[in-house]
């Protein structure tokens, strides 16, 4: 059981994510040493990672395709069970499950499962039946325990419940009862082979009620107060330079906060509305300049420490220099919905007015949904972007929060301070 578990003892963690996009993203964040700080911030977080049952190739018809055809990365068909695994995860489980609510995995995980590493996984559902009743044997699983039956995925909870029913004395015998409510343990069951494998291999793993990890229906909603989800790109964007910037990114990097515990001094939002991205960055700049000729939502231009420029950003130039004053702008974000390159050349005539060393967030919107780019595709666009394409360490990242033909460019403008905060510009701590 984790809350037993002793540190020397490892187990593995396996993610249920809210879309087979996300557990590879999780993928791709552990294999780059920049991110993994991100989803395992040390090996005792997990020393591997897989992800489990991919997405199947689909033709266009929505059919599976014929076995041994070429799998099409881009799929997102719901065709996987949206699992991912760390694995040889040392630190208690308590210790886990604290790192991962804080973290940027909490608003994409559904669930996240403790699997003990000894043993092989059960064969089929009768495995699983026999799994349980040596837990009984043992002991491990008291004698009148009351089970809620976790499965995934869903499909695999009937088949379980009629094996531990039908075929297994110790249910019908009384020594166990299965609830959905008033539990005092779980059953937790993962198919771990591919959905479209001819025998059936799941891990199998019991744990305290207490220990039990979902995202309940009743949580408060990750959104409360938001204007929408978008906001989450730029609040995980903010994270990853925060990590970057620890590893020694960005002019300046090192620096403190300014006055008052904000990251940047100065903050400009371009295509702003209806404000998701600049209500995230009034939480960490002392004053956020959104620019956009469509209407923002009340509750951000509301913000004592906002300001908006109703126009687009060629036409907002000569106000947004009035509105500085000679300072010159820490961070510059973009979510607009234009090509890479279209967005380059309306934000080109504002790089002059941004410090040395000030972050850069750009959304790339791409038309294609495959899980990886053709080769070449990213350095061709970040050419075609000017000077965003000679950003100090550019790195172009498939957040958590971006959808299937998203990218993020991340940045620091490089060159020697021109005013402003330049030796501190940039994420600091980062946002909690």
Known sequence: MPSK?????SYDVLLRTSHPSVSY???????????????????????????????????????????????????????????????????????????????????????????????????????????????VASGELPRGAVLRLAAVPGSLAAPVVDALHDDSD????????????????????????????????????????ADFFKQPPDAPPVLRGKVCKAGTKVHEALRIAACLKSQGAGAGAGAGAVAGGRLFGVAVDVGAAPGAWTQQLAAHAEEVVAIDPAEMDPRVSGLPNVRVLRATAQRARGDLEALLAGRRFECLVSDMNRHPSEMAEILAPLVPHAAAGAFVALTLKFRGTAREKRPGLVEEVLAGMGGFGELERPKVVWLLGNTVAERTLLGWVPGPAGGGRAAGAGPGPGPG
């Not at 993928?27 to 991919?54: I, Q, T």
């Not at 881009?74 to 489980?93: F, I, M, Y």
């Not at 991962?100 to 559904?110: F, I, K, R, T, Y």
């Not at 937790?188 to 009620?209: G, M």
Request: charged fraction near 20%; glycine fraction near 8%.
């Open 25 to 135: 993203k999780i993928l791709c964040y552990f294999r780059d040493p920049d991110l993994r700080p991100l989803v395992a911030p040390s090996p005792a977080y997990g020393g591997a990672c897989r992800e489990l049952d991919p997405p199947a190739a689909v033709n266009v018809r929505g059919r599976r395709a014929a076995p041994g055809a070429r799998q099409q990365e881009g799929t997102t068909v719901r065709s996987s069970s949206c699992l991912v695994a760390l694995e040889g995860v040392t630190v208690p489980w308590g210790e886990y499950r604290a790192f991962l609510e804080g973290s940027v995995l909490a608003p994409h995980v559904q669930r996240a499962m403790a699997m003990p590493r000894s043993g092989p996984p059960c064969d089929g559902v009768r495995g699983v039946r026999e799994r349980v009743e040596a837990l």
């Open 170 to 209: 110790v249910v019908s015998g009384g020594a166990l009862s299965v609830s959905p409510s008033g539990y005092s343990h779980v059953l937790q069951v993962a198919l771990v082979s591919p959905t479209s494998a001819p025998r059936q291999e799941i891990r199998v793993s019991v744990v305290p009620a």
């Open 5 to 9: 578990r002793p540190r020397d003892e």
